[in-house]
């Protein structure tokens, strides 16, 4: 297995990041081989500018309709905002995974 070493984010979320606001993302199984404990290169998906690292603290499996009022404050958005984004992205999907990060000094 590959350990990934970056990490792209839609544009509109890189203030958040930055800011301390956007503490996890949740992502598809395409996605789910990060590592606690290393650090990865973040850039923009739509640019591929890179704007920080963070270092990945937890990955963990949930299925869609466990989402919460805890994931949609760590996303800094509302829940049901949280899941239209989510079905936007990945239309009917149900396992999912969410992605722990820190920023990285």
């Not at 800011?19 to 739509?46: C, M, Q």
């Not at 466990?66 to 396992?95: C, R, T, W």
């Amino acid at each position: 297995m590959t350990i990934p070493t970056t990490m792209t984010f839609f544009e509109r979320f890189e203030t958040d990041i930055l800011a301390g606001k956007k503490t996890i993302t949740i992502r598809d199984e395409s996605e789910n081989n990060y590592v606690p404990g290393t650090v990865v290169r973040v850039s923009t998906l739509e640019e591929g500018r890179e704007f920080c690292s963070l270092e990945i603290l937890s990955v963990e499996p949930i299925l869609f309709d466990e989402l919460s009022d805890f994931h949609a404050v760590q996303e800094n958005m509302s829940l049901p905002v949280l899941k239209d984004v989510i079905q936007e992205i990945y239309p009917g999907i149900e396992q999912l995974y969410v992605i722990i990060y820190k920023l990285s000094q």
